[in-house]
């Protein structure tokens, strides 16, 4: 077999001029397999040559799609029962993965069951065949997260990158000084795309559970879950390291049984009336160290800390 370091860098040069010719992106990774298909390409004429790299890119597309890609479903998924998909997953998987007749992708619907299934199409239209269905377990410790909400495009950031940590549940807080305010008239359209964004965030991670996501609240309204152990990311001087907290709390985290609460405010963090609920409330400040972290920063660095010593 031919190794990438026998191939110099003339070589390469040529096997992406002539996939340009052929007009088939090389988009490879391997320039060995380059190198393999210009020996398998020699004596054919273009027309012929293009079909044959063509074909064989249509089956890489599905081999990728069989190992990584799952789609989301709203209803049961029930063995050997059709699953009619919505035209935009219809549109990605016939025209951006190039889905052939039976091939194998898999199907979640949020609530911890996923299923192998075969994808039938008449080039407009697909439908899913669930094979046999797995229930997968709920996490025994779940998160949730008190998100104050961002400006622009950073709250979708947060929500998508919750989903792919497995967080339980998001909690927009509308904060004093939140960016996004509580305004009744958008909350619903903004929820429902933070919904989708979780959704493709869990095609994306393989999470298949999709987080809840209530309506912006008030930081009073939150409903906390007794017995559970309440984090804030701090900037206050009454704030512990990580570390610190970890060698004074640490077993907490492997044996707690039931829920953890992560606080993390907006750019203009919590103001001291809601500091003083969340300190009233049972939360531990906790320092992510030096720096003044954005907000979807300081929530990313909180929730992969506590994953990571849950996990270990």
């Known amino acids: 077999m031919i190794g990438d370091e026998q191939i110099t860098a003339a070589q390469k040069s040529i096997q992406r001029k002539r996939f340009m010719a052929l007009g ?36 890489s597309n599905t081999m990728w799609a069989m190992a990584h890609f799952s789609i989301y479903v709203s209803c049961e998924i029930v063995e050997n029962q059709p699953i009619e998909l919505d035209q935009e997953t219809a549109h990605h998987l016939l025209r951006v993965l190039r889905i052939g007749q039976r091939d194998r992708i898999n199907v979640f619907d949020g609530a911890g069951t996923v299923a192998p299934c075969t994808v039938e199409h008449n080039r407009k239209s697909a439908i899913a065949i ?35 940590l497995g967080v339980w549940e998001i909690h927009p807080i509308a904060c004093t000084f939140a960016a996004g305010g509580l305004r009744a008239d958008k909350s619903p359209p903004r929820v429902l795309r933070w919904n989708a964004i979780a959704i493709g965030a869990c095609r994306q991670s393989h999470n298949p559970f999709v987080p809840s ?64 609920f969340l300190r009233r409330n049972g939360f531990i400040e906790i320092s992510l160290g030096p720096r003044v972290l954005t907000s979807e920063t300081a929530a990313v660095a909180l929730m992969g800390a506590v994953q990571l010593a849950i996990q270990t």
């Open 24 to 59: 088939v992106s090389t988009h490879y990774k391997s320039f060995a397999s380059f190198f393999a298909v210009e020996i398998v390409l020699c004596g054919r004429d273009i027309v012929e040559s293009r079909k044959w790299v063509l074909e064989r890119s249509a089956i």
């Open 130 to 164: 669930p094979g046999k269905p797995k229930k997968v377990d709920a996490p025994r410790i779940k998160l949730h997260l008190l998100q104050g909400i961002t400006k622009g495009q950073a709250m979708d950031s947060i929500v998508r990158m919750a989903t792919e």
């Open 213 to 276: 996501i209530g309506a912006p609240t008030q930081l009073e309204n939150a409903v906390l879950n007794p017995n559970s152990l309440r984090l804030a990311a701090g900037l206050g001087g009454g704030a512990i390291s990580w570390v610190e907290f970890l060698r004074l709390h640490g077993r907490c985290l492997s044996e707690i049984a039931a829920d953890i609460y992560l606080a993390v405010g907006p750019e203009g963090d919590f103001s001291d009336d809601e500091w003083q």
